[in-house]
């Protein structure tokens, strides 16, 4: 048997991130996954950031991540989106090489010699013993699996079980146990779903019709202090047509979201193309951004028009858009329905309330998105060091970073779609921006391992005259945000007993009592964000706390 401190199955944002950051706190770290090609793999859109997005990987960089140096070193495109508006608003968004990225994750992996990686499947998962494929033995384990949960690939009539279409054409094999062990475990399995657009050959493409978007020069980094590159692309946008809706509609019952094929809830805020016209039938036409996957690569990703389509009806509708009339595609969209856990059953720290040697990140807790992944990752891995070796633990709030919202809403109201991260879902945003993540979590970082000392005195210089200025132009709210923030602080000290019964306690309806149970809501602030939870009810609860 191979001893480890943390064990870490999956090797996308999530495990690469929670690796790293075991890694860095001193544990003895395995990570598993299926291929040297899963570390960093962007599977969807080659791109990172946007609004609350890139809040979340800043404040990865305060926290020693390793996404934002991976994007600084393979960004080819760089856009401040909402860069007329506030600094709380402003979202740094970059366009990424594949290649570059993924041999940017697995550099930085090689740089921590308590760090083992092992490829292959998961055979065998005994979450008592926390034991792995009969020889790996841990004292912690993470899970951040994706979309490789009993996942299914659906174009069409097509269903293909797979956890990922590869560039060669070929599936990766999805996991076939896991969901039936947590499960087993007693842990409420959903069934979500996601989608991709084709990939377009770069020579087939008419550019010349398509509005040029140049990127921003001079541009602003993830990482202060990081590693940057020369690499500089242009995007371009097209969009679709009325006869793009039309063929859709035509066609809608052939659409699997639409037939009853699929079965899983997908995410509303990045819907597929046929789910925009459906839903919104004013609309004559939809933005379709297209991005290069590459510096040198000759794919274009059509950002926008995901879909589920067939190949045949694909092949159609694609090239109603303008500049696309001769589109060669080289890979066709399809949507991928997957297995995730209802994130109720998890703490703050991304830690099993039953299992407390287990922890979840990524896809897998309900969640959309590179970033969102990412920074789960990080908490995960940080805590699962923590538990193996009796340290502190890494705990962020939707007071001290966008992290900590996410981290607070999927664990705090689950999910009924895939999460996806907004700035508008933080009610502190204004203190919790891109620009001051370093005065904010940097401390935090030093003080856990996670930070390297110099770097962050050396960022701090850089950064603090900046940041002070900014701070100045937001005084009168930021210090109604600390006022606020005050207030929260004192009911999340309030904590509830892990065994707290909320039965037959007078002025709870039974559905709260069910909700209340299944969250099991760790202080009185994330008490007061239950759904239907009223003024009357939380006295309640305090009554019964003090007595």
Known sequence: MQNYDVIIIGGGHAGTEAAAAAARRGAKTLLMTMA????????????????????????????????????????IHWRTLNATHGAATQALRAQIDRE??????????????????????????DLDKKIVNGKYCAKSIVLTTGTFLGGVVTRGAEKIPSGRLLDDGTYQAPDKSISSVLANAGFRILRLKTGTPARIYRDSIDFSVCEVQPGDTPHDWFGVG?????????????????????????????APMYNGDIQGTGPR??????????????????????????????????????????SDIQDIWIRTIPGLENARIARYGYAIEYDAIDARALNDKLQSKDLPHLFFAGQINGTSGYEEAAAQGLVAGANAAAYAQNLAYLELDRTNSMIGVLIDDITTLGVDEPYRMFTSRAEYRLSLR?????????????????????????????????????????????????????????????KIPANFDYTNLPGLTNELVEKLTATRPENIADLGRIPGMTPAGIMVVLRRIKN
């Open 36 to 75: 040297k090609s899963d570390l960093g793999a962007l599977s969807c859109n080659p791109s990172i950031g946007g609004p609350g997005k890139s809040q979340m990987v800043a404040e990865m960089s305060a926290l020693g991540g390793v996404m934002p140096r991976a994007a600084d070193l393979a960004g």
């Open 100 to 125: 570059l990225y993924h041999g940017a994750i697995v550099g930085i992996l090689s740089e921590y010699d308590n760090l083992d990686i092992a490829y292959g499947a998961v055979e065998s998962l």
């Open 226 to 254: 990081c590693a940057e590159n020369n690499y500089e692309c242009v995007c371009y946008i097209t969009h679709t047509t009325e006869k793009t809706h039309d063929i859709i509609r035509e066609n809608i019952q052939n």
């Open 269 to 310: 805020y990045c819907p597929s193309l046929e789910d925009k016209v459906m839903r919104f039938p004013d609309h004559m036409s939809h933005h379709v951004f297209l991005e290069p996957e590459g510096y040198n690569s000759d794919l274009i990703y059509p950002n926008g028009i995901s879909t589920s389509f067939g």
């Open 434 to 494: 891109a620009d001051n993540a370093i005065t904010r979590l940097g401390p935090i970082g030093v003080k856990l391992g996670l930070t390297p000392p110099a770097w962050y005195d050396q960022i701090l210089e850089i950064r603090q005259d900046a940041i002070d200025q900014n701070d100045k132009f937001y005084a009168g709210y930021i210090a109604r945000n600390e006022r606020e923030i005050e207030a929260y602080r004192r009911d999340a000290d309030l």
